[in-house]
C-alpha cells in the first residue's frame, strides 16, 4: 500500500501561479511512476503530468506543456507540480497517483485548484 497526500491548492487570479505537492508514504520503494489528474465540474478525470520516479523522465498534457512543471524529490517521497500562467479553465480538483507498472494504483483525496478570471 502506498498512501498519498495532496496540499497546496487553493484560489489564485488568472495568471498566477500555485505549487501542488504529494507525500507518498508506504510502501514507497515499489513507485514506478508518479501522475497528476484534474477533474473540473461535470467533466471526466483528465491526465496532466507524470514522472518516471527513478529517472525523473516527465510527460505533459498538450493543454498544460511549457506552464505546467513537475518534478519529485526522492528523498521525501514527494512530487510537485508547479503551474504557472494558471487560466480559469486549470479550475478542478487535482489528484496524484502512483503505481508500481503502468497502471495508477494508489490515489490522493484530492485538492481544489481555483483559477479567478
Known amino acids: 500500500q502506498v498512501q498519498l497526500v495532496e496540499s497546496g491548492g487553493g484560489l489564485v487570479q488568472a495568471g498566477g501561479s500555485l505549487r501542488l505537492s504529494c507525500a507518498a508514504s508506504?510502501?514507497?520503494?515499489?513507485?514506478?511512476?508518479m501522475g497528476w489528474f484534474r477533474q473540473a465540474p461535470g467533466k471526466e478525470r483528465e491526465f496532466v503530468a507524470r514522472?518516471?520516479?527513478?529517472?525523473?523522465?516527465?510527460y505533459y498534457a498538450d493543454s498544460v506543456k511549457g506552464r505546467f512543471t513537475i518534478s519529485r524529490d526522492i528523498a521525501k517521497n514527494t512530487a510537485y507540480l508547479e503551474m504557472n500562467s494558471l487560466k480559469p479553465e486549470d479550475t478542478a480538483v487535482y489528484y496524484c497517483?502512483?503505481?508500481?507498472?503502468?497502471?495508477?494504483?494508489?490515489w490522493g483525496q484530492g485538492t481544489q485548484v481555483t483559477v479567478s478570471s
Open positions: 497517483a502512483v503505481g508500481p507498472s503502468g497502471q495508477y494504483e494508489f
Open positions: 508506504g510502501r514507497t520503494f515499489s513507485i514506478y511512476h
Open positions: 514522472i518516471i520516479w527513478s529517472s525523473g523522465s516527465t
